[in-house]
């Protein structure tokens, strides 16, 4: 690994801080290292792999994928980009798919849909607001929609027409409003700001605000959608449609792909010409995805999700008792956060020498998103290293 390392700091660019790492393979909940230790996976390559490391279907379909067909253009379809299409609108209840490559492309997308049916249907409206503390991706676009300074300001000028409002704060939203909102976009927990989980009031006052005021809802659930929050998608605890949404991260599972839906009068506003990219994911993605979904749905993943997230609040609330450092418990099914009364990072390479892998989302929060379909042996081994560095730390 030594030797990797070191070529690794040769070579790459210098724009992400990684730990001193190298993985060699992964199997389901474990990942090994080129030396050949073992960690726990307890982030999930940031809550991509919702069915765990090397699934044996998902690399079945992949393989069989690569032999058949990989890329044909947007200028033609592929079988498995159809069915794919057509398996998201049936779990979603949208109307329309656009396939893109990450994430923060399903957002370019969504923003540029968002503008275009502002420009043809709301009198030419195209302003976004968003959330402080919001995350939606590093290019250009969905950086200027991300309402975090820190990652902004060494890029701008940004592109104009975004806004941010508190998240959480219903009050911010109605008073950015002007007359050229056309949409507002928001992550129903926070991911990277932090797991904060939005409230049923604001969501439901949004949608009011919405309606209102002919604005498009756009829901980002790119971390949160496909079980990860105990539900297919986290606005369906809310019981509040979007008319856009983004997904990525588990939908390709690891496999480069994002998607953009939207109800059909919204995505009729893109006609031939207005958005593409050459491979949006590809036949491999697709491939992948289906299964992803297939086995979602047969092993009732979502829901497990969910209920294991509620034993989890549970034992960490009981650890909260013992461990005073750990200030509070947030997120819901398999998307948490313990918010601590010191710095996370230092917990986290702890965890990291001792085999379990989680990541400081923010200062003093550590973020944990265990693969949905993690079994009770590996998730009580996972939280055995963590609660016994945690608990080593004392009172703070
Ligand atoms: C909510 C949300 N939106 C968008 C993105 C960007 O996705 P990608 O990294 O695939 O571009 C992320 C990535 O963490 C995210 O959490």
């Given amino acids: 690994m030594k030797s990797l390392l070191e070529k690794a700091d040769r070579v790459f660019m210098k724009n992400v801080s990684r730990f001193p790492v190298v993985f060699a393979r992964g199997e389901g909940a474990f990942l090994y290292d080129t030396d050949g230790k073992r960690y726990l996976d307890f982030l999930s390559g940031i809550a991509v792999h919702a069915l765990g490391h090397s699934h044996p279907r998902l690399a079945q379909a992949l393989a069989v994928q690569a032999k058949k067909v990989m890329h044909v253009s947007n200028?033609?379809?592929?079988?498995?980009?159809?069915?794919?299409a057509e398996k998201l609108v049936e779990v979603s209840g949208l109307?329309?798919?656009?396939?893109?490559?990450s994430g923060a492309e399903a957002n370019e997308a969504a923003i540029k849909l968002a503008r275009k049916y502002g420009r043809t249907k709301l009198g030419g409206r195209y302003e976004i607001i968003s959330a402080e503390g919001s995350f939606h991706g590093r290019t250009i676009g969905a950086l200027a929609a991300t309402g975090q300074p820190k990652y902004q300001d060494a890029f701008r000028p940004l592109p104009e027409g975004f806004k941010y409002a508190k998240y959480n704060d219903l009050a911010s939203w109605e008073a950015a409003i002007t007359p050229q909102t056309c949409a507002f976009l928001l992550e129903l927990v926070q991911g990277e700001g932090g797991v904060n989980p939005a409230t049923p009031e604001f969501v439901q006052g949004l949608a009011t605000l919405s309606r209102k005021h002919g604005?498009?809802?756009?829901?980002?659930?790119?971390?949160?959608?496909?079980?990860?929050?105990?539900?297919?998608?986290?606005?369906?605890h809310f019981g509040v449609k979007p008319q856009i949404m983004t997904l990525a991260k588990a939908l390709g599972s690891g496999v480069p792909l994002g998607a953009v839906l939207a109800e059909e009068e919204v995505a009729a506003a893109f006609v031939p010409g207005d958005h593409s990219t050459t491979v949006g994911g590809g036949g491999i993605a697709y491939a992948t995805a289906l299964e992803v979904l297939k086995t979602l749905a047969e092993d009732?993943?979502?829901?497990?999700?969910?209920?294991?997230?509620?034993?989890?609040?549970?034992?960490?609330?009981?650890?909260?008792?013992?461990?005073?450092?750990i200030k509070e418990v947030r997120g819901w099914g398999l998307l948490l956060a313990l918010d601590l009364t010191i710095p996370a990072k230092p917990i986290v390479e702890?965890?990291?020498?001792?085999?379990?892998?989680?990541?400081?989302?923010?200062?003093?929060?550590?973020?944990?998103?265990?693969?949905?379909?993690?079994g009770q042996a590996e998730l009580s081994q996972g939280l055995d290293i963590l609660y016994e560095v945690l608990k080593s730390q004392g009172a703070a």
């Fill in 75 to 84: 200028y033609f379809y592929l079988e498995e980009q159809i069915l794919l």
């Fill in 95 to 101: 109307d329309r798919v656009f396939f893109s490559n």
């Fill in 215 to 236: 604005i498009l809802l756009i829901f980002d659930e790119v971390q949160t959608g496909l079980g990860r929050t105990g539900t297919y998608f986290a606005w369906q």
């Fill in 300 to 325: 009732d993943l979502p829901v497990k999700a969910g209920k294991l997230g509620e034993e989890l609040v549970k034992t960490f609330h009981t650890w909260q008792r013992e461990i005073p450092i």
């Fill in 350 to 374: 702890q965890c990291l020498e001792k085999g379990l892998i989680v990541n400081a989302v923010t200062q003093t929060a550590l973020r944990l998103a265990p693969p949905l379909n993690i």
